[in-house]
């Protein structure tokens, strides 16, 4: 009997820390791979360095090239326009979540959006992105939903297309023919940031 019941508590205690482990797990979600103008970004590991100033334009709209650093633990509120040969190719958004300075241009990227298409020509880059290996340009809703089908939906309006795998997000705008118009896919940061 004894035995019978260190066992019981032996197979109690794995299943609740397997299933501790796989809600630490899932709450996290998987970084989304992205590939922005042939290079790959992965939200929370990738700097903006990724993208070399001697090839890639970066600035602050309306601020200019951003040449400043940044304090440890902190975000920058701004987005930066990432461009290459006069296309726009994505919005940057960074954090340093290091202890010490780094430069703008160095720190970490969370957040990337871009456009599909645009009333000028060649504004945006038709290969600009993929999300995980997915060119949405010219996608229409169902389209997404069938890609997304594996994430938690947080909504399917008629605009926009919203979803989440842990701390990650993705949403889709559309416009008024159901075709994907612009992408934006974030980590979220911890509360800690300044």
């Known amino acids: 009997m004894r035995r019978m019941k260190n066992g019981l508590a032996w ?3 794995a299943a609740v820390t397997a299933l501790s482990l796989s809600a630490c797990s899932s709450s996290g979600g998987t970084a989304p ?13 990738t700097k903006a360095s990724v993208f070399p ?6 600035t ?3 601020e200019g090239i951003p040449m400043g650093k940044m304090p440890g633990r902190s975000w920058l509120s701004s987005l930066m326009s990432l461009k290459k040969d006069n296309c726009s190719y994505a919005y940057l958004h960074v954090y340093n ?9 160095s720190a970490t990227i969370y957040m990337l959006s871009f456009g599909m298409h645009t009333e000028e020509a060649n504004y ?3 290969d600009n992105a993929l999300v995980n290996g997915i060119n949405y340009f010219g996608m229409d809703a ?6 997304m089908a594996n994430f938690k939906a947080l909504s399917e309006d008629d605009d926009y297309l919203s979803y989440r795998d842990g701390k990650y997000t993705y949403r889709f705008d559309l416009d008024e023919n159901g ?6 896919v974030e980590m979220k940061l911890d509360k800690s940031y300044t």
Do not use: C, S
């Open 11 to 13: 197979i109690i205690l």
């Open 33 to 45: 791979v992205l590939t922005v103008a042939g290079q790959e970004v992965i939200l929370g590991e």
């Open 53 to 58: 100033l001697t090839e890639f334009e970066i």
């Open 60 to 62: 602050i709209p309306l």
């Open 97 to 105: 979540p290091g202890r010490d300075e780094v430069l703008v241009t």
């Open 124 to 126: 945006w880059a038709e």
């Open 142 to 147: 169902d389209g997404v939903k069938e890609t």
């Open 179 to 184: 075709i994907v118009e612009e992408v934006e």
